[in-house]
């Protein structure tokens, strides 16, 4: 099993609501990523997470609010978010953060999030 | 600050030709990977170069590492639509954090 699921595939919501993305894998992977990937522009990272730690924040504003409640779940809380951060938001994973030699992430599918 | 440049940004083509990506940069990488993106999904990984010179062969598509693991190039022989999408490269290590992904190249087979 190779995949990484996100939900939900496409989210609308208004700039005072409050929802969360969801990713999950079952790979055992120990490090997961969560990344920003506008129309038309590679992604760019914005978390990572190693054995359910945060390990490096973007300098990503505090409307979005990761979150790694075990070692198969990785989650991204969002509130007051803005129109500009409209974007698709990638999950990924990989067996461990170091990724030299070759460490492979794996992609989730993205959730389309579209801002109000 | 780690940048791959990665060219030609856009390219259509027909079905057919052959075509050349590059994803060059003046940092050295411990390794290379080069991912396809439909719109709407993930980047699929496609191949991880590791060896200065490496040469990897996936079907119709051949990539290959630079000498001194700065740059890496994707060809494509005999292009079909179902090869349209979006190309990018990512390049491991080198003190940055995650994958440094190029700005991406959206290739167009047409018919």
């Known amino acids: 099993d190779t995949e990484v699921t996100q939900t939900p595939k496409h989210l609308v919501m208004g700039m005072t609501n409050k929802k969360s993305l969801k990713c999950e894998q079952h790979?055992?992977?120990?490090?997961m990523y969560w990344y920003k990937q506008k129309a038309k522009k590679p992604p760019e990272l914005m978390f990572v997470y190693s054995y359910e730690k945060l390990s490096i924040n973007e300098s990503v504003p505090s409307r979005f609010s990761p979150e790694c409640p075990n070692s198969s779940l990785l989650n991204l809380h969002l509130h007051a978010l803005q129109p500009e951060d409209s974007a698709l938001y990638l999950c990924?994973?990989?067996?461990?953060?170091?990724?030299?030699?070759?460490?492979?992430?794996?992609f989730g599918p993205g959730t389309r999030l579209l801002v109000l | 600050t780690q940048l791959l440049e990665q060219s030609p940004q856009f390219l259509s083509i027909q079905e057919g030709e052959n075509l050349t990506v590059y994803c060059n940069s003046s940092?050295?990488?411990?390794?290379l990977q080069w991912y396809r993106q439909e719109p709407g999904e993930g980047p699929v990984l496609l191949v991880t170069v590791v060896t200065g010179g490496e040469v990897k062969k996936l079907k119709r598509l051949t990539f290959q590492f630079g000498d001194a693991r700065k740059d890496s190039s994707l060809h494509i022989t005999a292009a079909q639509p179902g090869d349209t999408g979006l190309y990018l490269c990512a390049g491991i290590g080198g003190g940055a954090d995650g994958l440094t992904f190029g700005k991406g190249t959206h290739l167009i087979i047409q018919p």
């Open positions: 940092s050295v990488f411990s390794s």
């Open positions: 790979m055992g992977h120990r490090a």
């Open positions: 990924a994973s990989s067996q461990a953060l170091q990724l030299e030699f070759g460490e492979t992430q794996y």
